[in-house]
């Protein structure tokens, strides 16, 4: 049951608040912050660029062979990336691709075989790419709720499922990865293809598999913000060789001249090709993935242990804790009002932290700021790929309330590679301080 926020009997400072209980100042009232100053903030991969970095971005200047096509597989960045993800995921096919995510996944799609008028299945919390990469190719998202693990309900899943569905993407949301065992059963009862998003949860793991190659096909994105950057850039990894071969065309219209084997299918792609400056960048990033995820997932770790007992909040379903990326600390309370003043709390207290409700631009990871979506916009004149749509399709911003529920009742922490024993303690202390004190006032 939620506590009101502001309940009658219950109001700081009223003298129904049995005297015996400290009523201890917590720094919204005006007490010293636990934090002096912030903790390391968000990002990662591009906090490390340094020398490494330099010199593989050097090496390639100096080359002045750019295009990769003009280098040999030996020699090329973009050939050796993929030799890198193939070896990690132990997937056969893996592809480098110069338009990040959103291009990473358009040629998943097209890989997949997925076009006008197909539906595909997409979390109602992810980066706005997820669903506008399925428009990119004719296709209509559909879109389905999340739970406490932040990433898709598969219950949800199946209830979204119509003849007409093709694709499901699940969206490994701030590290964590979904419950892919789930997913891929329904997939494969119902015949359809799955795509791993897996643009947040670069080097996450799902009980010993790579975040990616569980899927028929997964998507990386290679982009300033993610755990590791090329600048921009993505990749696409595979099982199938004709999934492979479809998105290598979609990548280069003229894949097929380069690949020089008559056995390619040939259609009109175009360009989302890997750039050997990049791919230089992005190999010299992987190295620091494993110390950076080495960093990162005791911190996580730590703070769901230390924080496991305090009752008014509950903790991120995990579907593999070990190999979640441990780059957020989510925690919930039991109602959006609770959640935004144990959010304002622990602000003040020096820990940042966000809910749905305080971002200062709309959110684009919340669906209901898919304005463009929403409304069914579209580039084309005729109003395609609406007008392929074989059903009626309808949004609207309160369709998915379970996902606004759990988003609304959501606290996160950004957790980065920097974070020390200190900050972790700070942290735990500050959680424990702003709980205690609300659940005393009866506003949590
Ligand atoms: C960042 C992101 C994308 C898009 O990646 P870009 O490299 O920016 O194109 C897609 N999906 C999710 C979940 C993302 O976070």
Request: aromatic share 6%.
């Amino acid at each position: 049951m939620d506590v009101p926020p502001f309940g009658p009997t219950r109001r700081r400072g009223q003298e129904t608040i049995p005297m015996t209980r400290s009523l201890q100042p917590i720094a919204i009232d005006g007490a010293e912050p636990i934090f002096t100053s912030p903790p390391p903030g968000p990002l990662h991969g591009v906090l490390e660029i340094g020398q490494a970095e330099a010199d593989a971005v050097n090496h390639v200047l100096q080359r002045k062979t750019m295009f990769r096509f003009l280098n040999k597989p030996e020699v090329s960045e973009s050939a050796h990336l993929e030799a890198r993800y193939r070896e990690m995921t132990g997937q056969p096919y893996a592809l480098a691709i110069g338009g990040g995510g959103t291009g990473s996944l358009i040629c998943g799609l097209v890989g997949l075989g997925i076009g006008s008028g197909d539906e595909v299945i997409v979390p109602g919390y992810t980066y706005i790419a997820t669903a506008a990469a399925c428009l990119s190719v004719g296709a209509i998202p559909i879109l389905a709720e999340i739970d406490q693990s932040l990433t898709l309900d598969p219950a949800d899943v199946e209830r979204k499922i119509t003849e007409h569905t093709r694709a499901i993407i699940p969206v490994h949301m701030r590290g964590s990865v979904a419950n892919m065992d789930a997913v891929m059963e329904i997939a494969d009862r119902y015949g359809i293809a799955v795509l791993e998003d897996v643009a947040q949860a670069n080097g996450a793991t799902f009980h010993g598999h790579w975040a990616g190659a569980i899927g028929h096909a997964g998507a990386f994105s290679l982009q300033h913000y993610k755990l590791i950057t090329a600048s921009e850039g993505g990749l696409l990894i595979t099982a199938d060789e004709q999934v492979y071969k479809r998105a290598a065309i979609k990548h280069d219209s003229a894949m097929q001249f380069w690949a020089d084997d008559a056995t390619w299918p040939a259609f009109a792609g175009e360009n989302y090709r890997m750039c050997e400056l990049r791919a230089a960048l992005a190999l010299a990033q992987l190295d620091r993935l494993p110390g950076i995820l080495e960093r990162t997932r005791p911190v996580k770790a730590a703070l769901l242990e230390r924080t496991r007992h305090l009752d008014r909040l509950s903790q991120q379903t995990l579907h593999c804790a070990e190999g979640d990326c441990g780059i957020t600390f989510a925690l919930f309370a039991r109602s959006t009002e609770a959640a935004q003043q144990f959010s304002e709390a622990l602000a003040a207290e020096g820990l940042p932290n966000a809910t749905i409700y305080n971002h200062q631009i709309p959110d684009r990871h919340i669906y209901r700021a898919w304005d463009y979506v929403l409304e069914k916009r579209t580039s084309d004149p005729t109003g395609w790929p609406w007008t392929a749509a074989p059903r009626k399709i309808e949004y609207d911003p309160g369709m998915l309330p379970q996902t606004l529920d759990v988003l609304g009742r959501c606290v996160a922490i950004a957790i980065n590679q920097q974070w020390q024993d200190e900050h972790v303690d700070l942290a735990v202390r500050a959680i424990t301080r702003v709980h205690d004190a609300l659940a005393e006032r009866g506003l949590l």
